[in-house]
């Protein structure tokens, strides 16, 4: 009877210890991951051409993207954010910044952002970018 409860135990402990170590793991960052690489124009294009297909091949994905900085700016939760050109005048790739980057780049540069597809909505939106 007391191997039954030791084995219980240590089951139940080994459990505990599992699900504290789920629960407290970080998620993963945009840095580790393979991600599929296009410039912004491109990116944009393949949206406005058929954003139903577009929806699928990007959805859940890690982008990187190459374009040229637009815009700068901050959101509501104080990140920064950046807009990229495109050949579409209405339509951009607007990018929110994981961290503060140490040195933004300028209106005019151009850049590498990589970040997760979020949505389309006039613009490609990528969040927990980080600037390469």
């Known amino acids: 009877m007391k ?3 030791l ?18 793991r970080k998620p993963a960052g945009v840095a580790d991951q393979e991600a ?7 990116l944009v294009a393949t949206f406005i051409k058929d954003e139903k297909a577009a929806q699928a091949s ?3 994905k890690v982008l990187e993207v190459v374009g040229v900085v ?15 050109q495109s050949d579409d005048p209405l339509s951009s790739v607007f990018c929110t910044l994981e961290n503060k980057a140490s040195a933004l780049p300028k209106v ?7 970040g997760f597809y979020a ?3 006039t613009d490609v939106l990528l ?3 980080i600037i390469k």
């Open 58 to 60: 990007y959805n859940n």
């Open 108 to 114: 005019g540069d151009e850049i590498v952002v990589k």
């Open 127 to 129: 969040t927990g970018c």
């Open 119 to 121: 949505a389309f909505t």
């Open 70 to 84: 637009a815009e700068l700016g901050e959101n509501q939760d104080h990140k920064t954010t950046l807009l990229m």
């Open 7 to 24: 084995i219980i135990l240590v089951l139940v402990l080994a459990g505990g210890l599992y699900g504290y170590y789920q629960y407290n």
């Open 3 to 5: 191997k039954i409860l």
């Open 36 to 42: 599929i690489k296009i410039n912004a124009a491109a």
